[in-house]
C-alpha cells in the first residue's frame, strides 16, 4: 500500500533519521509495514532548497540499495518528500516510481482508485493539453498530480488545502460514477483492521505535495499522522540538531507520515481532510468537506 514520508521546515532540515534510523524509519516499513507487507517496488526523495527542487527514484527495494542511504544521508531542504512503493496501479519502473516532478512541483501518493481505467478518461478530459503532458507512467497517482497542477495554474493565488479538495472532490465524483459500489466518502473505523482486498473498493487518497514553496495534501482512507515542532531539538534518535537556523530565528516544522515514525508524539490527521503548511511551517488541516 505504499509508505510515505513529508517534511515542511522553515530552516533547511536533515531527515537522515527518520528515513534510516529510528524506531519505525522509512527503509524499516519498505521491508515490512503495520500491516506486514513489504513495500518492494521503488523508492524516492524529492527536496526543495533554495527554491531548487532535486529528486531521485529507484527502481528496487529502498532496503537493499546502498543509493537510498546515500541519498537519504544528504537529503536536506525546507520541502522533503519520501516514498516507498507497493505497486497497486501501474508496473514497477522508474517512469511509476514516486515522488512524480514537473518543474518545482512534487506529488507523493499512498492509496488506489478504484476502476481506474474508467476514472482515467473523464480525469484526462479535464486537462488541457499541456498538463496531459505531464503524464509519463501509468500509475493513478501521476494522473492525480497532472490534475492538481492544472487547478493550480487555474488559481495560482488559492492555498494548496484548497486546490486539494478540489481534485478530491471531483475524483470523488468520477469513480463513484465509473464504479458505484466503490466506496469514495471517509470511512469510519480502524483502516489497520481492513484487509488489502477490502481497501481495494475505498478511494485511497493520502497525497502529499510540493509547488516548490508550500506543502499540500489530503488524508483519506489510509493512515495518516503528524508531528509538529515548534523549535529546532536535538533528534530523539542520534542526539544531534537536524537543523541550525540562525541565532535569534524562530524555528518550525512539521512532519507528516504513514505511520508513526519515532516514539515521540504524533497525533493521526483526521480521516476525509485536506492540509497546507507553507514556508512559516505551521498545518493548517481543514474538512475535505467543509
Not at 109 to 134: E, I, K, M, S
Not at 160 to 168: E, G
Not at 205 to 212: I, K, P, Q
Request: proline share 6%.
Amino acid at each position: 500500500m505504499c509508505r510515505l514520508y513529508g517534511l515542511q521546515a522553515t530552516h533547511p532540515t536533515h531527515a537522515a533519521c527518520e528515513l534510516l534510523d529510528a524506531q519505525n524509519s522509512l527503509i524499516e516499513q519498505s521491508r515490512k509495514d503495520e500491516r506486514g507487507l513489504s513495500n518492494p517496488h521503488g523508492w524516492g526523495l524529492g527536496h526543495v532548497r533554495n527554491g531548487t527542487t532535486t529528486c531521485f527514484r529507484q527502481v528496487r527495494p529502498a532496503d537493499e540499495s546502498t543509493d537510498y542511504r546515500e541519498n537519504a544521508l544528504e537529503t536536506k531542504g525546507t520541502t522533503l518528500l519520501a516514498h516507498v512503493r507497493r505497486a497497486t496501479v501501474g508496473d514497477p519502473d522508474h517512469a511509476n516510481t514516486h515522488p512524480f516532478r514537473h518543474r518545482n512541483a512534487l506529488l507523493i501518493h499512498n492509496g488506489h482508485v478504484p476502476a481506474f481505467d474508467q476514472v482515467r478518461p473523464r480525469l484526462l478530459n479535464r486537462l488541457d493539453d499541456t498538463h496531459r503532458g505531464v503524464v509519463q507512467g501509468s500509475t493513478d497517482s501521476e494522473h492525480i498530480f497532472a490534475l492538481l497542477l492544472q487547478l493550480r495554474d487555474e488559481q495560482p493565488d488559492a492555498p494548496l488545502y484548497d486546490v486539494t479538495r478540489q481534485a478530491l472532490r471531483l475524483l470523488q465524483e468520477w469513480t463513484h460514477e465509473a464504479a458505484p459500489a466503490a466506496e469514495v466518502a471517509p470511512v469510519n473505523g480502524d483502516l489497520r483492521s481492513l484487509s488489502h482486498d477490502e481497501l481495494e473498493g475505498i478511494l485511497g487518497l493520502n497525497l502529499l505535495w510540493t509547488d516548490g514553496t508550500a506543502l499540500g495534501g489530503s488524508r483519506l482512507n489510509r493512515t495518516l499522522w503528524a508531528r509538529e515542532r515548534d523549535h529546532a531539538p536535538a533528534c530523539s534518535v542520534c542526539g544531534t540538531k537536524h537543523a541550525h537556523p540562525p541565532e535569534g530565528a524562530s524555528y518550525r516544522a512539521v512532519a507528516l507520515a504513514s505511520e508513526r515514525i519515532t516514539d515521540e508524539d504524533w497525533t493521526e490527521v483526521p480521516n476525509g481532510s485536506v492540509f497546507s503548511a507553507g514556508p512559516a511551517a505551521r498545518l493548517h488541516v481543514e474538512p475535505l468537506n467543509a
